[in-house]
């Protein structure tokens, strides 16, 4: 069974239609990487998911419980946790106060293995830090809060919403090396990431979306760079396409149908 299963999702805002019939399975302890353009879906479909957004269509399940119309509240109890794009923050409350809120509010006291002692081990960057205000904190320093918070939370299913954006390289590198760590005790994470490279190298599937349609997946070690590229694009796969240059590398923005 997966520990999460998206079926057939249609979601948007107001009228206008975001995701269209999206559908992937993740099984514990695998790690999802969404790719895709500006206004693909990713964060929608994270949304979605961590019940932000309620969907149109389709269903949600978690451990095969249907939690398509659970709040966001009870899915964060269930065990899903977005740690959203921006962090969102408590400017005011200190590292260590942002990271217990997800003990006093969700109710849910059980950590699970990510006790205050756990976490600290996994960031000692927060640790030195427990005492300072986010607003004070650098911005590496307030992702790995942000991250610190949502495993407080004991996740099932952790969706990170784009945690490199903004970073030093040797920061990111940082974070996606602790992914293991969080993998290894049956934690699902679905991460959305710009680069290509980081995407495949930090899972074990992608999934990339055009338009709100998911047009390519499978297993990120045996799946073709260039054709993926083409798929961020819109663009059909060729011998001319940007092998050396995608997401997240230096590659010029192509419009629906891609570069000439
Ligand atoms: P990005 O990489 O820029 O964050 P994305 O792949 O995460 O993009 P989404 O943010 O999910 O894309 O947006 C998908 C589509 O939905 C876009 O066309 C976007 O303009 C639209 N959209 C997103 N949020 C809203 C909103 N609150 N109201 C209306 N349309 C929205």
Redesign the pocket.
């Known amino acids: 069974m997966s520990a999460l299963a998206v079926r057939d999702l249609d979601a948007g805002?107001?009228d206008?239609q975001?995701l269209f019939g999206v559908s992937l399975d993740l099984a514990a302890g695998q790690t999802l990487a969404l790719v895709?353009a500006?206004?693909?879906?990713?964060?929608?479909l994270l949304m979605a998911i961590a019940g932000a957004l309620r969907p149109w269509r389709g269903s949600i399940s978690l451990d095969g419980t249907d939690i398509t119309i659970a709040p966001d509240y009870q899915r964060a109890r269930a065990g899903v946790v977005l740690v959203p794009?921006g962090r969102r923050l408590f400017a005011s409350l200190t590292a260590e106060e942002n990271i217990l809120i997800p003990a006093g509010v969700r109710g849910r006291a059980d950590p699970g293995p990510w006790t205050l002692d756990a976490l600290y081990e996994l960031f000692p960057m927060v640790a030195a830090r427990r005492s300072h205000r986010a607003a004070l904190l650098s911005g590496g320093e307030q992702q790995a809060v942000a991250i610190a918070r949502a495993l407080a939370a004991n996740p099932r299913v952790l969706l990170l919403d784009e945690v490199s954006l903004g970073l030093a390289p040797a920061i990111v590198d940082a974070f996606y090396g602790l992914l293991p760590a969080i993998q290894a005790v049956g934690v699902s994470i679905v991460l959305?990431e710009q680069d290509i490279d980081r995407a495949l190298a930090a899972s074990s599937h992608t999934i990339c979306?055009l338009e709100?349609r998911l047009v390519m997946a499978g297993e990120s070690a045996s799946l073709d760079r260039a054709a993926l590229i083409a798929a961020y694009f819109g663009a059909p796969a060729g011998p001319a396409d940007h092998a050396s240059a995608g997401p997240g590398g230096a590659a010029p923005p192509a419009g629906p149908g891609g570069p000439a």
């Not at 500006?38 to 929608?44: R, Y």
Request: glycine share 24%; charged share 10%; hydrophobic share 40%.
């Open positions: 805002y107001a206008f975001a895709g500006n206004g693909a879906g990713k964060t929608t794009e959305v979306l709100g």
